[in-house]
């Protein structure tokens, strides 16, 4: 079979007619262009994918809980509106542009480091908690104010509405506003039922350091740390 395949395959390929090596004009022309080079396809452009902010990863647990009893003196909270800018404590220069923060992961409630302070304010008789969660972050560029609502961080208290923000710069701060519309507003602080609180800070935060934000109506305990998983922690 191999000598076969050898034979047939050296074998003059047949003659041509006189009559088929006469080709018309229309078979030339037409073998003309399939012969000519096909046009070069167009390569749509393709547009640069935005950057990924992928710095140092931070671990965020926040306790929020409301009074009992009110924390402060009466005041006229008719007057009150809902949250916008915050308050700063620590602050530095504000740049108000740069990257936004990624929330990376919602943590578990085994991962939680104040559930022994989340305790004392139950059985305080004085606070009563009302949301618990924790969750891993990168941060924000200082004074961009972009950050995460509550429902994104598994929280969803009725009432209560607003976002949570970590913004990196010479220093790392923790902020958030925060909108708190109570029906049974603490007894002593002279508000209607409906009434709507509003929390609006921003802190320098240290790692394992506790940060309390005040409100006579509510507040808030958060603990900032370097991440546990597998990113870089932050510094």
Same mark, same amino acid.
């Given at each position: 079979?191999?000598?076969?395949?050898?034979?047939?395959?050296?074998?003059?390929?047949?003659?041509?007619?006189?009559?088929?090596?006469?080709?018309?004009?229309?078979? %030339? /022309?037409?073998? +003309? *262009?399939? #012969?000519?080079?096909?046009?070069?396809?167009?390569?749509? $452009?393709?547009?640069? &994918? @935005?950057?990924?902010?992928?710095?140092?990863?931070?671990?965020?647990?926040?306790?929020?809980?409301?009074?009992?009893?009110?924390?402060?003196?009466?005041?006229?909270? %008719? /007057?009150?509106? +809902? *949250?916008? #800018?915050?308050?700063?404590?620590?602050?530095?220069?504000? $740049?108000?542009?740069? &990257? @936004?923060?990624?929330?990376?992961?919602?943590?578990?409630?085994?991962?939680?480091?104040?559930?022994?302070?989340?305790?004392?304010?139950?059985?305080?008789?004085?606070?009563?908690?009302?949301?618990? *969660?924790?969750?891993?972050?990168?941060?924000?560029?200082?004074?961009?104010?972009?950050?995460? &609502?509550?429902?994104?961080?598994?929280?969803?208290?009725?009432?209560?509405?607003?976002?949570?923000?970590?913004?990196?710069?010479?220093?790392?701060?923790?902020?958030?506003?925060?909108?708190?519309?109570?029906?049974?507003?603490?007894?002593?602080?002279?508000?209607?039922?409906?009434?709507?609180?509003?929390?609006?800070?921003?802190?320098?935060?240290?790692?394992?350091?506790?940060?309390?934000?005040?409100?006579?109506?509510?507040?808030?305990?958060?603990?900032?740390?370097?991440?546990?998983?597998?990113?870089?922690?932050?510094?």
């Amino acid at each position: 079979m191999a000598a076969l395949a050898q034979t047939a395959g050296t074998q003059a390929p047949p003659q041509a007619s006189p009559s088929s090596q006469a080709a018309s004009p229309q078979a %030339a /022309a037409a073998q +003309t *262009a399939t #012969s000519q080079p096909a046009p070069a396809q167009a390569v749509p $452009s393709q547009t640069a &994918p @935005a950057p990924v902010y992928s710095g140092p990863a931070y671990d965020i647990e926040i306790v929020v809980f409301r009074a009992r009893v009110a924390l402060g003196q009466p005041e006229n909270w %008719a /007057a009150e509106t +809902t *949250a916008s #800018s915050a308050t700063v404590a620590g602050g530095e220069a504000s $740049s108000g542009s740069g &990257p @936004a923060g990624r929330l990376l992961a919602v943590l578990p409630a085994s991962d939680y480091r104040l559930t022994a302070i989340e305790s004392r304010l139950r059985t305080s008789g004085t606070y009563l908690p009302v949301a618990h *969660a924790a969750w891993v972050q990168t941060a924000s560029a200082w004074g961009t104010r972009d950050g995460f &609502p509550l429902e994104s961080l598994g929280i969803n208290v009725p009432g209560l509405t607003g976002v949570v923000f970590l913004e990196r710069g010479e220093f790392l701060h923790l902020g958030m506003t925060l909108n708190y519309t109570m029906q049974d507003p603490p007894a002593g602080l002279n508000a209607p039922p409906g009434t709507t609180f509003v929390m609006n800070e921003t802190r320098r935060v240290r790692f394992y350091q506790r940060n309390y934000y005040d409100h006579p109506a509510f507040g808030v305990i958060a603990l900032v740390t370097p991440a546990r998983g597998p990113r870089p922690p932050g510094r």
